[in-house]
């Protein structure tokens, strides 16, 4: 074995990162971003390179290993910025990051807060203009993303004014080519804001486009921000929800409060024996500890087992375990004598019928128990789970929420009371009951939503922001209901002017996939085909792209929060004409200099070829000489 001792000097990384976002070049000095900055900057990435290692990124909606100049991103994200670098730069030589931005932000979490855990040293390159520009501007719409037809529902149009005192100019909402809404506003300071409400009514169900604009002014800076367009999807009813319970209890006010958050559904609730009508007219049941001991109505429970409507089944102490396990809904309980268990939630990461996102998982890890029959229940091989019974620090294989489906009907199953608990701590760590709240409507919508039985089948979603990528999803599905795709799928997207621009889906493992990118701002209709024996299926639809205004609602650079966090990591602001001081400050760093790793590596001898080479050589030089002497 042949021992080596290597060394190897790592040169400091200093990461350059550009803020590529529109907001950069509104101002009046974007003539200097687009020329004169582009050339100054790679001349100081030039000088850099001398003593250090130089990465460059730019970053803004999304993060980019070069920096082209561009400034075409829509939104702006400090945060995604300073997760990547985390994630490519840990337990490497970093010298310094270097951040050229205006300080403005519109995505991900404030700077100073997402940097926390940053550990490089950073400099700021301050860019913009802090100087109040001559801009009117509409700053936010608030309004219902989903009304009910018939129904009216009100707009808040916040509308901001800087350097605009005197000026007059004029609000219109429309619909198509019919002005809905009309008012003269006079802008009376040069820091203006107003709100106008307005009420509009739903008279179309789908996806229905409103067009707000604000009459521009002289000398705007931008008018791009002058105008808005929202979407308003009108459904023609809410579905409706009925809590039915043996008794009162703190769980049914927590369900109903959780439900009524999603404006699609209707909540309503009852005990069973004060209960007496129709159940038809409900899209899903959700049954709080029944069949109970106390109450049992068998008529009731069989018309509502029998109706295919969904249920959602809630056990615990006053629930008959055993008339529960008479309705062959995928789980038996062994009885206990109604003894109880506490059994923490422990997320199945294997579930596939709807998405759980991280904060649902965290936030399970810090739920309290809810109190479940005792015993090794029996499962269905049909059964999902999607919380298994964590009891003290054993995760077991128990159910805790599980789905199945009998016959034709969605049944879910919550093996336990206590939910109440759940959103209560929800509210004590996060201070309101999102989390717990979106749960609660996953779990509700995967049960209520109509089973679509289409054999050919686009998934799609109704709005995409401009700056993301559309998606689209096909099903075909033959006359088992076994998901193919052997036939080829085309689907023909047509713009507003009747354009049409024709797409073949991909293949995935038995469905089908199309990104076709991104396209302009608009609304779009498609119309998709599929041969499949002598069948021919369409399927027609719409959606809209919507455009991303959100770097035009402020112009005037934020450098407060550049020197704040550039203070808070060790580091110094800086503006253009100062770039070339970086050099000299980050030579006067004691902390950036190059770093030694010393290696042992043990090598044997057999594996270096030179000496292998050397001994052969030897040994034929040998050979040749004692041959020519004649003493071989």
């Known amino acids: 074995m042949l021992e080596k001792n290597i060394s190897n000097e790592e040169k400091p990384i200093i990461i350059i990162a550009q803020d590529n976002s529109t907001s950069i070049v509104i101002g009046k000095d974007s003539t200097y971003y687009k020329n004169d900055y582009s050339k100054q900057l790679p001349s100081l990435i030039n000088k850099l390179k001398n003593n250090y290692e130089v990465k460059t990124y730019s970053f803004g909606d999304q993060i980019r290993n070069n920096i082209p100049f561009s400034y075409t991103d829509k939104q702006t994200d400090f945060q995604s910025l300073f997760n990547e670098l985390l994630i490519r730069y840990s337990n490497r030589n970093v010298g310094?990051?270097?951040?050229?931005?205006?300080?403005?932000?519109?995505?991900?979490?404030?700077?100073?807060?997402?940097?926390?855990?940053?550990?490089?040293?950073?400099?700021?390159?301050?860019?913009?203009?802090?100087?109040?520009?001559?801009?009117?501007?509409?700053?936010?719409?608030?309004?219902?993303?989903?009304?009910?037809?018939?129904?009216?529902?009100?707009?808040?149009?916040?509308?901001?004014?800087?350097?605009?005192?005197?000026?007059?100019?004029?609000?219109?909402?429309?619909?198509?080519?019919?002005?809905?809404?009309?008012?003269?506003?006079?802008?009376?300071?040069?820091?203006f804001n107003k709100t106008i409400i307005l009420p509009l009514e739903a008279k179309q169900t789908g996806s229905q486009k409103y067009h707000i604009a604000l009459q521009t002014v002289k000398n705007e800076v931008t008018f791009t921000n002058n105008y808005r367009d929202i979407f308003v999807e009108v459904i023609d009813k809410k579905q409706k929800v009925l809590i039915l319970a043996s008794a009162p209890h703190p769980d049914i006010a927590a369900l109903e409060q959780s439900v009524k958050q999603n404006e699609t559904y209707e909540v309503e609730t009852a005990l069973i024996n004060e209960f007496n009508k129709p159940i038809s007219s409900y899209n899903l049941i959700i049954l709080h500890q029944l069949p109970s001991i106390q109450y049992y109505?068998?008529?009731?429970?069989?018309?509502?087992?029998?109706?295919?409507?969904?249920?959602?089944?809630?056990?615990?102490?006053?629930?008959?375990?055993?008339?529960?396990?008479?309705?062959?809904?995928?789980?038996?309980?062994?009885?206990?004598?109604?003894?109880?268990?506490?059994?923490?939630?422990?997320?199945?990461?294997?579930?596939?019928?709807?998405?759980?996102?991280?904060?649902?998982?965290?936030?399970?890890?810090q739920l309290p128990p809810l109190y479940s029959p005792y015993g090794y229940y029996n499962i269905a091989g049909s059964s999902e789970i999607l919380f298994y019974q964590k009891i003290g620090s054993v995760t077991t294989k128990q159910p805790l929420i599980m789905f199945n489906q009998h016959k034709d009907t969605k049944i879910g199953i919550i093996i336990g009371e206590g939910y109440w608990k759940w959103r209560l701590m929800n509210?004590?760590?996060?201070?309101?009951?999102?989390?717990?709240?979106?749960?609660?409507?996953?779990?509700?919508?995967?049960?209520?939503?109509?089973?679509?039985?289409?054999?050919?089948?686009?998934?799609?979603?109704?709005?995409?922001?401009?700056?993301?990528?559309?998606?689209?999803?096909?099903?075909?599905?033959?006359?088992?209901?076994?998901?193919?795709?052997?036939?080829?799928?085309?689907?023909?997207i047509i713009n507003s002017d009747n354009k049409r621009f024709p797409y073949a889906f991909s293949k995935t493992s038995n469905a089908y996939s199309?990104?076709?990118?991104?396209?302009?701002v608009g609304e779009y209709k498609y119309e998709a085909k599929v041969k499949f024996g002598a069948k021919d299926y369409t399927q027609k639809g719409e959606f809209n792209v919507t455009e991303l205004k959100i770097e035009y609602l402020q112009s005037v650079?934020?450098?407060?929060?550049?020197?704040?966090?550039?203070?808070?990591?060790?580091?110094?602001?800086?503006?253009?004409?100062?770039?070339?001081?970086?050099?000299?400050?980050?030579?006067?760093?004691?902390?950036?200099?190059?770093?030694?790793?010393?290696q042992t590596k043990l090598t044997e001898l057999i594996n270096l070829y030179w000496i292998f080479a050397l001994i052969l050589l030897l040994l034929t030089t040998e050979w040749i000489i004692r041959k020519r002497s004649g003493n071989y």
């Not at 009951?433 to 054999?455: F, G």
């Open 514 to 520: 199309l990104n076709i990118g991104n396209f302009p």
């Open 96 to 191: 310094a990051v270097v951040i050229a931005s205006d300080g403005l932000f519109n995505k991900g979490m404030d700077p100073i807060y997402a940097s926390d855990n940053f550990p490089f040293p950073i400099y700021t390159i301050a860019l913009g203009d802090t100087n109040l520009q001559k801009d009117l501007f509409i700053s936010k719409v608030n309004h219902n993303h989903l009304v009910f037809l018939g129904n009216t529902f009100p707009i808040e149009i916040n509308i901001g004014a800087t350097k605009c005192n005197n000026e007059i100019t004029k609000l219109t909402v429309s619909k198509g080519k019919e002005e809905l809404f009309s008012q003269n506003i006079t802008i009376n300071g040069n820091n």
């Open 297 to 365: 109505n068998q008529t009731l429970l069989n018309s509502i087992t029998n109706s295919n409507i969904p249920i959602l089944y809630i056990i615990g102490n006053q629930s008959n375990v055993v008339a529960f396990n008479a309705l062959k809904n995928g789980l038996n309980i062994p009885y206990s004598k109604q003894s109880t268990n506490e059994a923490l939630p422990a997320l199945n990461n294997n579930f596939s019928l709807f998405t759980i996102n991280e904060t649902i998982n965290k936030l399970a890890q």
């Open 427 to 492: 509210f004590a760590i996060t201070n309101n009951h999102l989390i717990i709240d979106e749960l609660t409507n996953k779990i509700v919508q995967y049960l209520s939503v109509k089973v679509d039985k289409r054999p050919f089948r686009i998934l799609s979603k109704n709005s995409y922001p401009e700056n993301e990528s559309i998606t689209l999803n096909a099903e075909l599905y033959n006359e088992s209901n076994e998901l193919i795709n052997q036939p080829e799928v085309n689907i023909t």
């Open 557 to 598: 650079a934020d450098h407060q929060l550049l020197y704040l966090l550039a203070n808070k990591h060790d580091g110094a602001m800086l503006f253009p004409q100062q770039m070339n001081n970086l050099l000299e400050m980050l030579k006067k760093r004691e902390d950036v200099k190059p770093m030694v790793y010393h």
